[in-house]
C-alpha cells in the first residue's frame, strides 16, 4: 500500500471509531431497555437529541461559548456537563417512563409502542419550540485543530475523547449490571418479572433505574455529538436513534456488548461507504448490512437463539 | 407426624391471618369468603382437588393478586386487602397546581397585574414538578402521608417479601441464566442497602456488603445441599437440585414464613423424603413458619401441624392432619359422594 492509502485509512480508522462510540451509547439505551421491558423506546433517539440541546444550553449559561486552551478549566467545565446533562436526562428518562409507559405496562405490546412514538414527537416539538427550527452551533470547547500525528496521519483528540468517553461508561455500565445488588435485579427482572418480583425486587424502581441508566448515556452521546459536529438542530434525533436501534438489533437486542459492537460496526460501515465514494448511501449500506445479518442470524451478532436472553 | 404435632404449642401467636377472603374473577368466583390462620412456628398445608382455588389463594397471600373481599394480616399488621381511593393519588399530584392556578386567574381578574400572573404560574409549575418528582422517588414521607387521604394500596409482591413472607414456584421459576450464586444472591435483594452511588464509588460499605452477602448465600446453599455449585449456571441443574436452589433463594430474603407451592412435584420418593427432612430441618434450625400446598398426601399428612382443605374455592375442613383424615366432606370431596 502506497503511504498516501495508509494515512487515510488510518484517519478513517478513526472517525469511524468516533462515530460508532456515538451509536452505541445511544444502542446501549435501546438494548437495556428492550430487555427489561420488551419495549422499543422510540423516543430514545429523540433523548439523545434533547441530550444534545441541554449540554449546549448549560454550556452557553454558564459562559462557555468557544474553545478552552487551559486543559485543567477544560477538564473542569467537561466533568461538570457530563454530570449535569446526565443527571438532567436519567431523571427526564424516569419521568417519560413512569407517566408515559408504566400504565400501560400490561397494556398489548403495541400500545407502549404507539405511546413511545408519540412521545418523541412531544420531545421534537418541545425543543423546536424552544430553541427554534434551524441548527444551532454549539460550544467547540476542543477543536478539531488540537491534534496529534500517527505517521502522516494526523487525528485530533477529540475523537481520542469521545472514544474514550464511550469506553469508560460501557466499562463501567458492564461492572454495574455484572456486579452489583442493582444490576443483578435488572437482570434478573429482564428474564422473569413476576419471579424477580416475588424475592422481593422492587420492579418498578428497578426499570426506573434502567430508564435512568439508558437515558443517561443518551445525554452522554448527546454531548459529544455537540463537540463533535459543531451544530445541533431538533431532527438529530431521528436519523441517529435509527441508526443506533439498527445497532442494537445488529448485535443482538437485549444483549449489552452486542449493542456496543453493533455501534462500532455500523461506524465502520458508515465511513467505509464514504472512503469508497458513497457518502449519500450510507443509510443504504447501513440497512442492507442489518438485512444482510439478520437473514444469516436473526437473533443478531452476540444474540442467542429466540427464546431465551441475557 | 407426631413429634410435629408434639413440637409445635396449642394456641400461640398467630403469624398470618386471612379473614373472608375472596377472589372473584369475572363471574367466577375462585375463593369464597376464606379464613386461614398461620400459628407462629407451625407448618400448615393449604389441600384441596385440581381448580379448588389453592394457586389463587396463594397468589392472594403473595399479594400478586388483589382480593375482592376480605384481608390479610401479617404480623398484626393489614397488609393486603381491596384497594381503596387508589384514583386519589395521582388527583392529589396535580391538585396544589391547580388550586394555585384558580388563584393565579383569580388573582388577575382583580388586580390586572401581569407580574402576579406570571409568578403564581411559574409557582403552580414548580409545585408540579416537584409533585411529580416526589412520586417517582416515592420517600418514605409521601408514602406515610397517602393513608392519611385514606388511600390504600394493598401490599406488592415485592413488600411482602420484605415484611418476611418468602416463596417458591409450583413450576421451578429460577433466573435460569444467571449462577447458583446469583439467584440465591437476587433473593437476598431486600436485605442488602447499597445504592447506585455506593456501587459507582465501589464503596467500603458497598464492598463489605457484597462479601458478607456471598458469605450468606454460601452459607444457605450449604443448608439446602448445594454447596460448592456456586458457578454453575442455573439451567444446567438437575431437576431436585433447582428445587433446592428455589428454596436457597425464597431463604435469602430471610423469611419468617416460607410459602412453598408443590415442593415436591414432579419428584421421585427418594428425592420426596428428602425434601420432607429438609423443610423439617428448615422449621427446627431456621425457626420458619412454613405454608405448604401440596398435592403428594404422605408429604401432607407427614410433617403438617394444620391442614385447611379448600374445595370449590370454600374451606370445607381445618385441624389436624387425623381430623381432616377422617372429615366424611374432605372425603366426599376427593373421591367423590358414595353411590347412593
Known amino acids: ?310 | 407426624m407426631s413429634d410435629a404435632a408434639v413440637a409445635a404449642p396449642e394456641r400461640r401467636e398467630a403469624l398470618l391471618r386471612a379473614r373472608r377472603v375472596t377472589k372473584r374473577f369475572g363471574g367466577l368466583v375462585a375463593v369464597r369468603e376464606t379464613d386461614l390462620e398461620i400459628p407462629a412456628g407451625s407448618i400448615v398445608s393449604l389441600i384441596g382437588p385440581n381448580g379448588a382455588g389453592k394457586t389463587t389463594f396463594f397468589n392472594v397471600l403473595a399479594g400478586i393478586l388483589d382480593p375482592t373481599g376480605g384481608e390479610i394480616e401479617f404480623r398484626g399488621q393489614r397488609m393486603i386487602a381491596r384497594p381503596v381511593r387508589a384514583w386519589l393519588e395521582p388527583v392529589l399530584w396535580v391538585l396544589p397546581s391547580v388550586l394555585i392556578l384558580l388563584v393565579a386567574v383569580a388573582v388577575f381578574a382583580v388586580t390586572r397585574s401581569v407580574l402576579a400572573l406570571q409568578v403564581l404560574v411559574l409557582v403552580a409549575i414548580g409545585l408540579l414538578i416537584t409533585t411529580l418528582l416526589l412520586a417517582i422517588i416515592r420517600p418514605l414521607r409521601y408514602r406515610q402521608l397517602l393513608p392519611r387521604f385514606g388511600v390504600f394500596r394493598s401490599a406488592r409482591p415485592n413488600d411482602m417479601v420484605t415484611a418476611g413472607v418468602g416463596r417458591t414456584f409450583q413450576n421451578i421459576r429460577l433466573f435460569q441464566n444467571m449462577t447458583v450464586l446469583e439467584n440465591v444472591l437476587v433473593g437476598m435483594h431486600s436485605r442488602l442497602h447499597s445504592t447506585a452511588v455506593d456501587a459507582i464509588l465501589n464503596s467500603k460499605r458497598h464492598q463489605r456488603e457484597e462479601a458478607a452477602s456471598r458469605d450468606r448465600a454460601r452459607q444457605l446453599l450449604g443448608l439446602v445441599g448445594l454447596r460448592g455449585r456456586d458457578d454453575v449456571i442455573a439451567r444446567n441443574l438437575p431437576y431436585g437440585d433447582q428445587r433446592r436452589l428455589e428454596i436457597a433463594r425464597a431463604l435469602a430474603s430471610d423469611p419468617v414464613l416460607l410459602l412453598l407451592d408443590e415442593p415436591t412435584a414432579g419428584m421421585n420418593p427418594r428425592e420426596t423424603s428428602e425434601m420432607m427432612a429438609l423443610i423439617a430441618k428448615l422449621r427446627s434450625e431456621l425457626g420458619l413458619t412454613i405454608l405448604l400446598i401440596e398435592h403428594d398426601m404422605r408429604v401432607v399428612m407427614g410433617i403438617s401441624d394444620r391442614i385447611t382443605v379448600l374445595d370449590h374455592g370454600e374451606r370445607i375442613a381445618e385441624g389436624t392432619p387425623e381430623e381432616v383424615r377422617r372429615d366424611p366432606k374432605v372425603i366426599e370431596a376427593y373421591l367423590g359422594r358414595p353411590a347412593a
Not at chain 1, 13 to 40: D, K, P, Q, R, S
Not at chain 1, 138 to 164: K, M, W
Not at chain 1, 203 to 213: E, L, P, V
Open chain 1, 1 to 310: 500500500m502506497d503511504p498516501q492509502t495508509v494515512t487515510v485509512l488510518t484517519q478513517q480508522f478513526f472517525n469511524a471509531l468516533t462515530l460508532g462510540a456515538i451509536y452505541a451509547l445511544i444502542a446501549l439505551g435501546y438494548t437495556m431497555v428492550y430487555g427489561i421491558i420488551e419495549l422499543i423506546n422510540f423516543a430514545h433517539g429523540e433523548i439523545f437529541m434533547v441530550g444534545a440541546f441541554i449540554a449546549m444550553f448549560f454550556l452557553t449559561s454558564i459562559g462557555f461559548s468557544g474553545s478552552i486552551p487551559d486543559p485543567l478549566t477544560l477538564a473542569a467545565v467537561l466533568a461538570l456537563t457530563f454530570l449535569v446533562t446526565m443527571t438532567v436526562l436519567g431523571f427526564i428518562g424516569v419521568g417519560i417512563e413512569r407517566f408515559a409507559y408504566r400504565p400501560l405496562r400490561n397494556a398489548p405490546r403495541l400500545a407502549p409502542l404507539i405511546t413511545a412514538i408519540g412521545v418523541s414527537f412531544i420531545l421534537q416539538n418541545v425543543v423546536q419550540i424552544w430553541r427554534g427550527p434551524s441548527p444551532v452551533n454549539t460550544p467547540q470547547l476542543l477543536t478539531h485543530n488540537v491534534r496529534f500525528d500517527i505517521g502522516a496521519a494526523s487525528i485530533g483528540y477529540l475523537n481520542i475523547f469521545i472514544f474514550l468517553v464511550a469506553v469508560v461508561l460501557m466499562v463501567a455500565l458492564q461492572l454495574f449490571v455484572g456486579r452489583t445488588r442493582l444490576g443483578r435485579a435488572m437482570r434478573s427482572t429482564a428474564q422473569d418479572r413476576e419471579a424477580a418480583q416475588l424475592m422481593g425486587v422492587n420492579i418498578n424502581s428497578t426499570i426506573a433505574i434502567t430508564f435512568f441508566i439508558g437515558s443517561a448515556l443518551a445525554g452522554a452521546a448527546g454531548i459529544v455529538y455537540g463537540l463533535y459536529f459543531g451544530s445541533i438542530q431538533f431532527t438529530i434525533g431521528f436519523v441517529a436513534g435509527l441508526k443506533a436501534f439498527t445497532a442494537a438489533v445488529l448485535g443482538g437486542i437485549g444483549n449489552l456488548a452486542g449493542a456496543a459492537l453493533g455501534g462500532f460496526f455500523i461506524g465502520f460501515i458508515e465511513v467505509a461507504a464514504a472512503q469508497i465514494g458513497y457518502a449519500r448511501w450510507t443509510p443504504a449500506f447501513v440497512f442492507g448490512v442489518l438485512i444482510l445479518v439478520l437473514v444469516f442470524r436473526p437473533s443478531g451478532l452476540l444474540g442467542q437463539p429466540i427464546g431465551e436472553r441475557a
